[in-house]
């Protein structure tokens, strides 16, 4: 069996464990549970908690003291037990211990699973930058699979859909122990920092990665919003007669898969645009592409407006992958090779912690301040976002210093 080949389950795994609850949890909370909004915003932002401190954390432990296929296999196993739990549960406090340590073991294994995929990759002499991106969007088609399986066989209302994830996550976790060793880099002389797997903070000392990693967090802002508020604002529209039947209310969850569809055909152009404009345009595109994102679902609905959304669902594949695949091979490259499991942990702290956080707060701001009397005007809240993306359109290649030379040896990353 190849290593492509099983790096390829390894990552089909990964976000499968995501994608059979991300998208559907809220609809489970809400109808069947009876979380009112704030509950549920609260629920979801227990990604956001976790990846400010477990990412890095686990990226220490990994750069320091136990091998990272091991570390990513122990959190999938911790995980999947936090699942099964919450799937009995009923109150909103518990429910919210369990998806709180749920996320605290399974939103560092996003990072670990990259970081696992570098080392075996350039163990076995191939590129990262040229092999890593085909063999990641199989981890999208994972993610599809899971919320096609949770919809079509009557589960997003179901804690079913939780024991489908944990499933997936054990045998993950099995998987994970029969990976090629990715043991940490021998350093007998540390320092103090060295010891507690600080010096991937040390990037922050460079001007370059500083602003890229602030553009980052910016950048998982406007992630946090697609995902706390896309369903949502498609549910709505079954309050309109004219809406009520229509595919994009009855099946919200498939109309948003195409959203992941999309990241499979963008995550394949990224060698090429990498090599071709580097990291720089690259982002610029991603943060156009939120533009955009944003822009239609504002002017889209179910109906007459359904092409509308249908490109804002394909646009998102720019938006996610240009800015989070291409993001995280470029702290790759970045950072030392003795720091890469905490600097990739870093990435997740900036982008789905810190990001997310700060997303959730103000983003739920911008939705109470358009809503009057329960009802929401979706129209003002997208495009509101969409200026906010277009304001770090305009600001990020004013402050990002960087010069992609396409004939270098490494033409997608120059230090």
Same mark, same amino acid.
């Given at each position: 069996?190849?290593?492509?080949?099983?790096?390829?389950?390894?990552?089909?795994?990964?976000?499968? $464990?995501?994608?059979?609850?991300?998208?559907?949890?809220?609809?489970?909370?809400?109808?069947?549970?009876?979380?009112?909004?704030?509950?549920?915003?609260?629920?979801?932002?227990?990604?956001?908690?976790?990846?400010?401190?477990?990412?890095?954390?686990?990226?220490?432990?990994?750069?320091?003291?136990?091998?990272?296929?091991?570390?990513?296999?122990?959190?999938?196993?911790?995980? !999947?037990?936090?699942?099964?739990? !919450?799937?009995?549960?009923? *109150?909103?406090?518990?429910?919210?211990?369990?998806?709180?340590?749920?996320?605290?073991?399974?939103? @560092?294994?996003? !990072?670990?699973?990259?970081? $696992?995929?570098?080392?075996?990759?350039?163990?076995?002499?191939?590129?990262?930058?040229?092999?890593?991106? @085909?063999?990641?969007?199989?981890?999208?088609?994972?993610?599809?699979?899971?919320? /096609?399986?949770?919809?079509?066989?009557?589960?997003?209302?179901?804690?079913?859909?939780?024991?489908?994830?944990?499933?997936?996550?054990?045998?993950?976790?099995?998987?994970?122990?029969?990976?090629?060793?990715?043991?940490?880099?021998?350093?007998?002389?540390?320092?103090?920092?060295?010891?507690?797997?600080?010096?991937?903070?040390?990037?922050?000392?460079?001007?370059?990665?500083?602003?890229?990693?602030?553009? !980052?967090?910016?950048?998982?802002?406007?992630?946090?919003?697609?995902?706390?508020?896309?369903?949502?604002?498609?549910?709505?529209?079954?309050? *309109?007669?004219?809406?009520? *039947?229509?595919?994009?209310?009855?099946?919200?969850?498939?109309?948003?898969?195409?959203?992941?569809?999309?990241?499979?055909?963008?995550?394949?152009?990224? @060698?090429?645009?990498?090599?071709?404009?580097?990291?720089?345009?690259?982002?610029?595109?991603?943060?156009?592409?939120?533009?955009?994102?944003?822009?239609?679902?504002?002017?889209?609905?179910?109906?007459?407006?359904?092409?509308?959304?249908?490109?804002?669902?394909?646009?998102?594949?720019?938006?996610?992958?240009?800015?989070?695949?291409?993001?995280?091979?470029?702290?790759?490259?970045?950072?030392?090779?003795?720091?890469?499991?905490?600097?990739?942990?870093?990435?997740?702290?900036?982008?789905?912690?810190?990001?997310?956080?700060?997303?959730?707060?103000?983003?739920?701001?911008?939705?109470?301040?358009?809503?009057?009397?329960?009802?929401? *005007? /979706?129209?003002?809240?997208?495009?509101?976002?969409?200026?906010?993306?277009?304001?770090?359109?305009?600001?990020?290649?004013?402050?990002?210093?960087?010069?992609?030379?396409?004939?270098?040896?490494?033409?997608?990353?120059?230090?």
């Amino acid at each position: 069996m190849s290593i492509k080949f099983r790096l390829i389950v390894m990552n089909f795994l990964e976000f499968f $464990v995501w994608g059979a609850w991300l998208i559907s949890l809220g609809g489970y909370m809400f109808n069947v549970l009876h979380f009112n909004g704030v509950q549920v915003g609260s629920i979801y932002g227990t990604m956001g908690i976790a990846s400010i401190f477990t990412p890095a954390l686990f990226g220490i432990v990994a750069d320091r003291w136990l091998n990272a296929e091991r570390v990513l296999g122990l959190c999938h196993f911790i995980g !999947a037990g936090m699942l099964i739990w !919450a799937s009995t549960l009923h *109150d909103y406090g518990t429910f919210y211990v369990a998806m709180l340590l749920n996320s605290f073991f399974f939103m @560092p294994t996003i !990072a670990l699973n990259n970081t $696992v995929s570098y080392i075996i990759l350039e163990r076995k002499h191939l590129s990262v930058i040229k092999d890593f991106p @085909p063999i990641r969007v199989w981890g999208t088609v994972g993610f599809v699979c899971a919320m /096609w399986l949770v919809d079509l066989t009557g589960c997003s209302l179901s804690p079913l859909q939780l024991y489908i994830s944990a499933g997936a996550g054990v045998i993950l976790a099995i998987y994970a122990f029969t990976m090629p060793p990715c043991a940490p880099v021998p350093n007998t002389k540390r320092s103090f920092a060295s010891s507690l797997g600080l010096d991937a903070f040390t990037l922050f000392r460079r001007r370059k990665m500083l602003i890229f990693f602030i553009y !980052a967090m910016l950048l998982g802002f406007a992630l946090q919003i697609s995902n706390a508020f896309a369903s949502g604002f498609l549910n709505d529209f079954a309050r *309109d007669a004219r809406y009520a *039947d229509s595919f994009g209310v009855r099946h919200s969850v498939l109309l948003i898969s195409i959203s992941q569809i999309s990241e499979t055909l963008f995550i394949l152009t990224i @060698p090429f645009f990498l090599r071709r404009f580097g990291i720089k345009q690259v982002m610029i595109m991603s943060i156009f592409a939120w533009v955009f994102r944003f822009g239609l679902f504002g002017i889209g609905n179910p109906g007459s407006g359904l092409p509308f959304l249908v490109l804002s669902m394909i646009v998102y594949g720019m938006a996610f992958d240009f800015f989070n695949i291409s993001g995280s091979l470029f702290v790759e490259r970045e950072a030392d090779i003795k720091i890469r499991a905490s600097a990739q942990g870093l990435f997740m702290l900036m982008t789905n912690g810190f990001g997310a956080w700060i997303g959730t707060y103000i983003s739920g701001r911008v939705v109470d301040y358009f809503t009057t009397d329960g009802v929401k *005007d /979706w129209h003002s809240i997208w495009l509101t976002f969409a200026a906010y993306a277009l304001a770090l359109g305009i600001t990020f290649p004013l402050v990002f210093r960087y010069k992609h030379d396409p004939t270098a040896a490494t033409p997608a990353f120059q230090h």
